[in-house]
């Protein structure tokens, strides 16, 4: 993904690097409950290789980075204004960490849950 070269060498940046960040981001962020799989062949490979990245899918072509976060929220709370803060959470934590702008993140509701009231 994102190559630079030092005096000492090279650096190079897995997408897998930048979903563990995104997921991170995304489990700190308000009303967030989980994270889902985005189909049922993830799910499954998930659950057999236990990848920290789980829902999150990231793309670069050379240039762009885009970055999609399937979620679960909470119900009661304001979806359009969790999948916002998500989306500002994670293109923050992810350019901090990079040094490189995200073109865009997108937010792919996946449920609701209900939190138990005890």
């Known amino acids: ?7 000492v060498g090279g650096i190079h940046i897995s997408p897998n690097a930048v979903a563990t960040i995104a997921y991170h981001a ?13 189909n049922l062949a993830e799910n499954l490979a ?6 920290p990245a789980r829902g999150v899918s990231v793309r670069y072509d050379g240039e762009n ?13 304001r979806i ?6 998500v989306a ?3 293109k923050f934590h ?3 960490a990079l040094g490189m702008a995200v073109h865009e993140v ?4 996946a449920g609701l849950r209900v939190s138990s009231s005890d």
Request: hydrophobic residues 35%; glycine residues 8%.
């Open 1 to 7: 993904m994102g190559e630079e070269t030092t005096s």
């Open 26 to 38: 995304t489990l700190q962020s308000y009303g967030v409950v989980g994270l889902a799989p985005k």
């Open 46 to 51: 998930q659950t057999i290789t236990h990848e």
């Open 65 to 77: 980075i885009d970055i999609d976060i399937y979620v679960i929220v909470e119900y009661g709370t």
């Open 80 to 85: 359009t204004t969790v999948a916002d803060s």
């Open 88 to 90: 500002d959470t994670v």
């Open 94 to 96: 992810v350019e901090k």
């Open 106 to 109: 997108n937010i792919h509701v």
